[in-house]
């Protein structure tokens, strides 16, 4: 067990928070990157939909795609963005066009403008995709990524490879044979189908489809080769991966799933930090203030107090199994605090917890 996230930090610069869904990815990315600022780093979080009010807090108002100084008094910067997968999908067609032209065309394009906001763990890959820009650029001593809440925090590791095995499959290779998409690969029943389809919608899906295709056919190496890029990003030994849990069967048992992945791929895992863990109260509690409060507010807190004791020695449980299994990693413990964390108030108290003071 660890009281500083500190060792794992060192000499990394880029930290992915990863985890499954709603168990303190954004807050910890946040808090992290605070503590990194506060010991005179230059820190970037990139953040992906963060409940409003923590943005408001950290100042983002919009999502511009850049990084954004939080206005603190630190001894660092801090800097946060929100990820926006759209706009940064636009901007990596925007540098593998080989020209304006082209560009243009995939950006106007009905079915481009789908599958950017579609393809599975299109988010993920942006979410990698910018990681790799800020660190190419090199404005930043140490880059915080948070994770998209996908219910499966394994989108996030093959997210690269699965877009590039798109752009380099079996359906884009179809339509970029020269026969075109009209002839002997959809068949006349297709033909007839989307012919149906643009008289009641006047979409010209056909067409779309084609010009999509053809237009993206010359960026399929750039697009592969960035992939792959952005992908070894992911094993980059500057690179470490924190996976948040929390101490709960279904999130445990993702975070060893997760664990197991990250060391088949070879990515480097930093260590757990398992949040939300419930401390036990104490349980003179009731008797010292049964004086105070009479015997039926007395039973009410004594009630609190044993579901509480339950509560922790669940907790307590879910920690053992998840640390035994991952064969004693360093783990940090963050207790379930009163309140929601939505200012920087609250960032600061999640920092506490993962900085000694
Ligand atoms: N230690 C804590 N004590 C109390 N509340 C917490 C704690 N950590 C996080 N929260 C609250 O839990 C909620 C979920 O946290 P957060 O948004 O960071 O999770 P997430 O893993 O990013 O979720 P998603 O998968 O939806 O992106 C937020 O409202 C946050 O303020
Ligand atoms: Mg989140």
Not at 41 to 51: G, L, S
Not at 116 to 132: C, D, M, N, P, R
Not at 218 to 223: C, N, P, T
Request: hydrophobic share 45%; proline share 6%.
């Amino acid at each position: 067990m660890l009281t500083t996230v500190e060792p794992l930090l060192e000499e990394r610069r880029m930290v992915i928070c990863a985890g499954s869904g709603g168990v303190g990815k954004t807050t910890t990315a946040a808090a992290v990157a605070l503590g990194l600022a506060e010991r005179g780093k230059r820190v970037a979080v990139v953040t992906i939909d963060p409940a409003k009010r923590l943005a408001n807090a950290l100042g983002l108002e919009e999502l511009d795609n850049e990084p954004r100084k939080v206005d603190l008094d630190l001894p660092g910067e801090l800097w946060a963005m929100m990820l926006d997968s759209k706009r940064t999908f636009d901007q990596l067609i925007e540098n593998l066009a080989p020209d304006e032209r082209t560009r243009d065309e995939v950006l106007a394009n009905r079915i481009y403008q789908q599958l950017s906001s579609a393809v599975a763990g299109s988010q993920e890959f942006t979410a990698i995709a910018k990681l790799y820009e800020l660190d190419r650029d090199g404005d930043y001593d140490v880059i915080v990524l948070d994770t998209p809440p996908s219910r499966n925090a394994l989108d996030f590791l093959d997210a690269p490879d699965r877009l590039s095995r798109f752009f380099q499959g079996r359906a884009i290779r179809l339509f970029m044979r020269p026969a075109g998409i009209s002839g002997r690969i959809l068949g006349r029943g297709t033909g007839v189908v989307f012919g149906v389809l643009q008289r009641v919608t006047g979409v010209d899906l056909l067409r779309d489809l084609s010009v999509f295709f053809r237009s993206l056919g010359g960026m399929i190496d750039g697009f592969t080769e960035r992939a792959a890029r952005v992908g070894a990003l992911l094993e980059d030994p500057a690179t470490t991966f924190l996976i948040v849990t929390a101490p709960r069967h279904d999130p445990v048992e993702e975070a060893i799933f997760f664990h197991r992945k990250l060391r088949e791929a070879g990515m480097p895992f930093g260590g757990l930090v398992i949040n939300r863990v419930h401390q036990p109260p104490d349980d003179r509690l009731p008797v010292a203030v049964a004086a105070d409060l009479g015997p039926a507010l007395a039973e009410r807190v004594t009630v609190a107090t044993s579901e509480l004791v339950a509560l922790a020695a669940r907790d307590a449980t879910n920690v053992a199994r998840l640390r035994g299994e991952l064969d004693d990693p360093p783990t940090i413990l963050i207790p379930e605090l009163e309140e929601d964390v939505h200012d920087v108030d609250g960032l600061a108290l999640m920092r506490s917890h993962l900085f000694a003071s």
